[in-house]
Structures are given as structure tokens and as C-alpha cells.
């Protein structure tokens, strides 16, 4: 999933400084699970936001409301009528979800309050931890299950370094070394052997090259004759 955490509350009011009218909008996916974007932070943040226009004298009526998924636009157009009118939508969500909270609804500002850090997984309680670089091209079958790119300090796909000590990576003396969890996982899996697998230097093109991402499912796109047909309506 996604992982975010929200804004110090002082740059969030920085960012509202002037606004009259504010709609706080939560997402109830990626982060509400790491409990930065969800319904209770969203009301706690608008609670914050109410007693500190109340404090300072100031006219501003904040409101809130959390969507399904702000990534997606099905869901964010259901709250036009929340949206419209106010100065300024304080998004809750990932940075993708506060783009396409944005495109949809152009005519009003619409402010990050959180930081999108990385894609992870919760490891504990409050604890979230980076599992994937969104390399492109994907080589965990070669490791273990363990992502080089995201957890070596130093994203070697060819490892170990020989600076980790006692297991612990070199650079960060708390972070254990991700090539000896590769090769504790491989041996667990049956396949130490590939261990020694040379992995190749990475195609990054599928990575950050050429501008945004896309993935277009085949399956699910109609030709000209199709739409012409009706089919899928």
C-alpha cells in the first residue's frame, strides 16, 4: 500500500491561511491503514482547524467528508456537491488522490495535508516500512520475495555488499542487511543456488523514463467498433 503521513499541523495552516471555506477530505484506503488519512484523522484535523480559526478570531467553516478512494474518479465525483463552493478541498490522501481530486475539480484549490513517502507495509503498530521501488521490472522470484531496490541501502542487485556486520546494513546500523534476509530466504524456499544468479544491470526505462507510468489492460479497452456496437454499455 501507500504510505503517507500527515503535515505538521502549522504548515496545514499555513496552506488554509486565508480561505474562508475549507472541505477536509479523507480517503478511507491506503492511508487510513497507516492511520494518516482516514475518518478519525480527518475529524481530528478539523476539530484542530475549528479551535484554531475560533482562537484567532477568524470566519472559516471547515467541513469534512471521506471517499471510498480518492484515486479513483467514480468515487471523488460523488461529493461535487461538498466541493462546490468552498475555497479550497485539504486532501487527505496520497499524492495521487489529491491529483485526481484536483483535475476533477479545477476551479478550486486543492492542498496536500499529507507527505506520500513510499509504497510498504505495516511491519507493527504504527510502524510502516518501504517494501517496493516501483522499479518496473520486477526480480523477486530471483530473491527471496525481498525487493534489492527498496530494502539495500545501497539497491544492489547483486549482493552482499561485505560492509553489513552481525547482519545489520553499514550504513544504517538498525536496518538489517536485506541481502542476508535474500539469502535466509532462499535457503528457507529450497533454492540457495540462486544466490548466485548474476542479475543483470536493470532496464530503468520501464522504471522513470519517457515521463508518467501507464498500464493499459487490453482486455478492458474497446476499439472504435466495439463503442460503435454498444458493447460494454
Not at 15 to 24: A, E, F, N, P, T
Not at 25 to 43: K, L, T
Not at 55 to 79: D, M
Not at 152 to 173: A, R, V, Y
Amino acid at each position: 500500500m501507500i504510505i503517507a503521513e500527515q503535515k505538521e499541523i502549522t504548515r496545514i495552516i499555513e496552506m488554509i491561511d486565508g480561505r474562508r471555506s475549507v472541505l477536509v477530505a479523507g480517503c478511507r484506503s491506503c492511508v487510513a491503514v497507516c492511520q494518516a488519512g482516514g475518518e478519525r484523522e480527518v475529524a481530528a484535523l478539523a476539530e484542530a482547524l475549528r479551535l484554531h480559526a475560533a482562537a484567532g478570531g477568524l470566519e472559516r467553516s471547515v467541513e469534512t467528508v471521506t471517499v471510498e478512494r480518492q484515486c479513483e474518479k467514480e468515487w471523488v465525483q460523488e461529493i461535487a456537491h461538498l466541493v462546490e463552493g468552498k475555497d479550497a478541498v485539504l486532501s487527505l490522501a496520497c499524492g495521487v488522490g489529491a491529483q485526481v481530486m484536483q483535475a476533477l475539480y479545477p476551479e478550486v484549490q486543492v492542498l496536500p495535508g499529507l507527505n506520500t513517502s513510499n509504497m510498504g507495509a505495516p511491519v507493527e503498530q504504527g510502524v510502516y516500512e518501504e517494501r517496493c521501488g516501483g522499479c518496473g521490472d520486477c526480480v523477486l522470484h530471483l530473491t527471496g520475495g525481498i525487493c534489492p531496490v527498496a530494502r539495500c541501502s545501497k539497491s544492489l542487485l547483486n549482493g552482499p555488499c561485505g560492509g553489513s556486520q552481525n547482519g545489520l546494513c553499514e550504513i544504517d546500523p538498525e536496518t538489517p542487511c536485506a541481502w542476508e534476509l535474500i539469502y535466509r530466504s532462499l535457503v528457507r524456499l529450497g533454492h540457495p543456488e540462486l544466490i548466485e544468479v548474476n542479475i543483470p544491470p536493470k532496464d530503468w526505462m520501464p522504471s522513470r523514463h519517457g515521463g508518467p507510468r501507464r498500464i493499459v489492460r487490453k482486455s478492458a479497452v474497446l476499439s472504435d467498433e466495439e463503442r460503435d456496437r454498444g458493447v460494454g454499455l
